[in-house]
Every structure is written in C-alpha cells, then in structure tokens.
C-alpha cells in the first residue's frame, strides 16, 4: 500500500514552498507515528478572492484523502469567506474571526484558531512569566491582523498581565475589529491601546513613548510574505526591550533592525522560529487528533532544528 493511500496535510498559505515545514514534516511524521508524510501547499495570493477561499475548502471537505491544513497568513480572509462551511468552529474562531487550523472528524469539517494558545506557548519560551509585575514593562503589537490579535488576547489572560498594551494599524477597520473582539473577550477597557498609523515614521513616534524594557513586536507580516519592516531604519528601540519578530524567514528587516541595536540598547531580540514550531505542532496534532506533552514538543523542536541545519 502506498503513502498516498493513507491521505495528506494540506498547508495553506502564500510561498509554502519556501517554508522550513516542508523538510521538518516528515521528520514530525516519524517522531508521531502520523499515518502520512505527506504535505501540500497551497499558495493562495495575499489578495485572492473569497471564491478561491471557498473552493480550497470545498476541496478540503470533499476529498477523502485531505486530512486537514494549516492556515496561515489567510487565517482572517477564510473565516470571512467560507466560515459557513464548517460544522464546527472553536470560541477563538468565533471571538477571533480567524482560522488556523482545518480537521475532520467524520464528515465534520473543524475550524479553530490555534494562534492565541500557540502565542502564549512561544512568549513563554522567553519571557519570564513575573516579567511584567517585576518589571513594569509595557508591549507594543506592530499589527492588529490574526497573530497580533491572537497575542493581545493571550496578554489579557496572562496572570502576570502588563499594565499597557499598545497596538498599532494602518487601518482603522482593523483596529475597530480588533476592539470588537477584546469587547467580547471582556478585556478591560483600559488595557489596550488602539493606534492608526500612516507611515514607518509614524510607528517609530509610537515606539518612542515606549518604556525601558518593554516588549516590542512585528505582527505586521513584512519581512516575510512582504519586504520591508513596520520601522524607519533610524527608529530607536527601547533599552533593555524583548523585541519579538513573528516571522523566522523571508527578509526580515525588522529582525535586522533589532540585531543591529541589541549591543549598544541591550536588547533581547527573539525571532519567529519557535512560534513557528509551536504553531504548527499544535495544528498537526488538532489534523490527526494527538495530544502533545511538553517532552513531544521538544523532540519535534530538535527534529526541526535538524532538518533547519
């Protein structure tokens, strides 16, 4: 009997090929005991229709040998499109209005929103959970699309919780979506932030204000699935910040940025390859119903620093 015969993962996306998940999965495949080793991309364009959203998922649901996908950067724009094909959708994706993660179980079609459990799970890896009380730091989100909400909604439920969350937006619709869901998750009004920027030079403004220490993040996508960064090249970090840049390929001019201040600032800078390895471990067991510990998830983060070398 062949591979083929025991189905495949799909993976949802702009540039999948590029993705380091194309060399890491089949070694995941081996360390779980997935039935397949088998993983397909596909690459949607940033601007792709809802009808081309919908016929993905159609395909997904009707193909007996689809297993389930990760989505990615089309997490928000499938939710809008085609959330009326899933039987079930977790609380996140409702709340959220984003989609993550796509299983079957019988001819159930699942959507959930992984982000806000994964996000916590990677801002863990780093960031002591006293960190905020001991500290009074403060965070600043670059982005108010799937990730930064998934992680301004992960700030709100930390124990440890910051006193001050700033996110920022080119616009205001998505910073109007994103005060939506904080409403309905009863996050306190005088929690976040909400900020329309027009420009790098702009953002660097809302940077600026920032406190020593705090925890500066690129949830914009740039540097990824687009050049550029969300900062002017001549924009200040805060002194002793964590800056966090999601993404862990592509060209990362943000990540770049920081790096090039970490010595003179005493920055502690973080880039997106444990969130990578969090976020799609989570999605793969949701695919093919595993429960993880946290000694699997470091078998499959050395299997993947394996196949990254």
Aim: proline share 5%.
């Amino acid at each position: 009997m062949t591979e083929s015969s025991f189905g495949y993962m799909g993976f949802v996306g702009v540039s999948t090929g590029s993705s380091s998940i194309m060399q890491v999965f089949p070694r995941w495949a081996d360390v779980l005991g997935l039935p397949t080793r088998t993983l397909v991309g596909h690459d949607l364009p940033v601007d792709a229709s809802p009808a081309s959203y919908v016929a993905l998922l159609e395909q997904i649901r009707d193909d007996p040998h689809h297993r389930g996908a990760l989505i990615t950067t089309h997490k928000m724009n499938v939710f809008a499109a085609a959330s009326e094909l899933f039987d079930e959708l977790d609380p996140f994706a409702v709340s959220c209005a984003e989609i993550s993660s796509v299983s079957k179980r019988g001819d159930a079609l699942i959507g959930r929103a992984k982000d806000p459990l994964t996000v916590a799970l990677a801002l863990g890896d780093f960031l002591p959970e006293d960190y905020f009380s001991r500290s009074g730091a403060e965070v600043l989100i670059l982005g108010a699309g799937g990730s930064g909400t998934a992680l301004s909604w992960a700030l709100a439920e930390r124990t440890d919780r910051s006193s001050h969350v700033v996110v920022t937006a080119p616009n205001q619709a998505s910073l109007d979506h994103l005060r939506q869901v904080h409403r309905q998750h009863r996050t306190p009004d005088d929690l976040i932030e909400y900020v329309l920027v027009d420009s790098a030079q702009a953002t660097a403004a809302v940077l600026a204000r920032m406190p020593q220490g705090s925890l500066v993040v690129n949830a914009t996508g740039l540097g990824k699935d687009r050049p550029g960064s969300p900062l002017a090249d001549d924009a200040l970090f805060p002194l002793d910040a964590y800056v966090w840049e999601f993404n862990y390929r592509g060209t990362l001019e943000f990540l770049h940025q920081a790096r090039a201040q970490a010595d003179e600032r005493g920055l502690h800078v973080v880039d997106g390859w444990r969130y990578f390895i969090h976020g799609w471990s989570q999605v793969v067991a949701d695919v093919f119903d595993l429960e993880l510990t946290p000694a699997i998830v470091e078998q499959l983060a050395d299997a993947a620093e394996f196949a990254r070398q």
